[in-house]
């Protein structure tokens, strides 16, 4: 994956590459994957150095903050399931649940959002 700032420095031949993603984010790794997969020649560009877009983290004044989401559905039935699938990755990654998955804190109170939804409502009822 190259930079903006490397991408100026080379001179790409025409007809090096079949597709150039702008973008390594989610959509454009993923749809890179197909068309690799496809056997197309694929260029991956972004404008930061590393890949993930809103799936990873940064740093600012020495703290670490994940701009990532925060709820990844579908693992275990769903698109997200049959991408790793036809990608190959299923093995390679593995998703790990949390409960609670995040917490919501409030001037007065705190609650958690559960990975039971039940439990969830629960919370919800019992702080409210």
Same mark, same amino acid.
């Given at each position: 994956?190259?930079?903006?700032?490397?991408?100026?420095?080379?001179?790409?031949?025409?007809?090096?590459? @079949?597709?150039?993603?702008?973008?390594?984010?989610?959509?454009?790794?993923?749809?890179?994957?197909?068309?690799?997969?496809?056997?197309?020649?694929?260029?991956?560009?972004?404008?930061?150095?590393?890949?993930?877009?809103?799936?990873?983290?940064?740093?600012?004044?020495?703290?670490?903050? @994940?701009?990532?989401?925060?709820?990844?559905?579908?693992?275990?039935?769903?698109?997200?399931?049959?991408?790793?699938?036809?990608?190959?990755?299923?093995?390679?990654?593995?998703?790990?649940?949390?409960?609670?998955?995040?917490?919501?804190?409030?001037? @007065?109170?705190?609650?958690?959002?559960?990975?039971?939804?039940? @439990?969830?409502?629960?919370?919800?009822?019992?702080?409210?």
């Amino acid at each position: 994956m190259l930079d903006i700032t490397q991408l100026r420095s080379l001179k790409i031949m025409r007809k090096t590459y @079949d597709v150039i993603t702008i973008g390594a984010g989610i959509s454009g790794l993923v749809s890179s994957c197909y068309l690799a997969q496809g056997g197309i020649k694929v260029l991956v560009i972004d404008e930061q150095n590393k890949p993930g877009g809103y799936c990873s983290s940064f740093y600012r004044n020495g703290f670490r903050f @994940d701009a990532g989401p925060h709820y990844i559905g579908s693992v275990k039935r769903g698109i997200l399931k049959i991408v790793l699938k036809e990608l190959g990755l299923q093995k390679d990654i593995a998703f790990k649940q949390f409960d609670p998955t995040d917490q919501l804190i409030m001037p @007065d109170t705190m609650t958690h959002i559960r990975a039971n939804p039940y @439990d969830t409502l629960k919370d919800l009822q019992r702080t409210f």
